[in-house]
């Protein structure tokens, strides 16, 4: 009798370039998910981000003035002088004992000495802004009444600055550590066994990106409803189209550099080796955080930045917030920005996939560029 024979079950087929991609996506989104030091500091930053938009908010919506006490003899106009807090009282007895008992930091009075009109006594010292309200000032005129508020300005490039350097370099750093585990462990050689070499590197790219994204619309949303809650609408009708542009500019500034910190990771075989080829990077981080810190009032450098690739996602939208770029150059801008993604992604992946099996001693650039 003759034995049936079962069939050799098939094997799976393998999957396709795009499901490779976003298996290694998946994996890079839950691994971070996974890791309880990623949430609680992301938590933190949001919480902060929160904390520092609606303080903002409040003490600009705070417009209470200095507390004086002024006597019914005092001249009609000091009671309506802006910046003060105005207690009237009917003698000099009870402006003092106002003074006295820490309700007012001064008080003013009737002196028909005094070339004013007024004295001012106050209990150990006089308030700094005090006599600065009350002085006589020329008439002002200011020829760009809708100038930006240098202090808001200052904050606005300091949000801008530190939101890219913390989400680029924390999310780079991630991407590279990884490599070079992978690398270390010799797990990226069952990994490229079973998908391409670039699959990897797209899938890594994507799915850091991803989380960074994810991260810049949660900050986006924070200081929207932050600003909305403390009556800034204002600022916040200024900051809505550079916020939009800095999440898009963010985009492919982010792809641009995560793709250059796996080609750098790649290099390497060990963690403590890591820095030595991820240094530059951290430093082109690092770089449009300081210029928009300390040149945000500069013109000159403002437009250099917002056309070079690297600081651009910072640069072109503290322009737009200023009313100092026009809507194509944030175009132009772009595009440069973008030309320069596909040639960065191109060497990035070159030298990764040239880079990724050879252990040991640390690979120079101009080996992986040869393969």
């Not at 949303?221 to 189209?241: D, K, P, W």
């Not at 737009?320 to 992604?345: D, F, H, K, M, R």
């Amino acid at each position: 009798m003759s034995t049936a024979t079962s069939p050799r079950s098939a094997a799976p087929p393998a999957p396709s370039t795009a499901q490779s991609v976003w298996l290694v996506a998946e994996r890079e989104i839950g691994s971070k998910l996974r890791s309880k030091a990623f949430v609680i500091s992301t938590l933190i930053l949001f919480l902060v981000a929160l904390a520092a938009v609606v303080w903002g908010g409040f003490q600009a919506q705070d417009t209470s003035g200095t507390p004086v006490a002024v006597t019914a003899d005092a001249p009609a106009e000091v009671s309506s002088v802006a910046g003060l807090e105005v207690t009237e009282v009917p003698d000099r007895a009870a402006a003092e004992a106002l003074v006295t008992e820490g309700t007012a930091d001064a008080a003013i009075v009737g002196d028909p000495s005094s070339p004013t009109g007024f004295a001012i006594i106050a209990e150990s010292s006089v308030p700094s802004n005090l006599v600065l309200l009350l002085s006589q000032s020329p008439p002002v005129e200011l020829l760009d009444p809708d100038q930006t508020d240098s202090l808001l300005r200052y904050f606005v490039a300091l949000a801008f600055g530190i939101v890219f350097l913390i989400a680029a370099s924390t999310f780079g750093g991630t991407i590279a550590q990884s490599v070079v585990e992978e690398k270390q462990t010799r797990v990226v050689e069952i990994l490229i066994s079973a998908i391409p070499t670039r699959a990897l590197l797209a899938g890594k790219v994507i799915g850091n990106t991803i989380l960074a994204m994810g991260q810049i619309i949660v900050l986006a949303a924070i200081a929207i409803v932050g600003l909305t809650v403390t009556g800034q609408g204002a600022v916040l009708q200024g900051l809505g189209g550079p916020i939009a542009w800095f999440a898009v500019f963010f985009f492919f500034g982010f792809v641009l550099l995560a793709a250059l910190f796996a080609a750098a990771a790649a290099m390497v075989s060990r963690q403590e080796d890591v820095g030595s080829t991820t240094t530059p990077l951290i430093l082109l981080v690092m770089a449009p955080y300081f210029l928009v810190i300390f040149f945000n009032d500069n013109p000159l450098v403002l437009t250099i930045m917002s056309y070079v690739p690297f600081s651009a996602p910072v640069g072109m939208p503290m322009r737009l917030y200023l009313g100092e770029a026009q809507w194509w150059e944030a175009l132009i801008s772009l595009g440069i920005l973008i030309a320069t993604c596909v040639g960065a992604n191109w060497v990035g992946s070159k030298i990764y996939e040239n880079s990724l099996l050879r252990m040991g001693a640390r690979v120079k650039l101009s080996e992986a560029l040869r393969g």
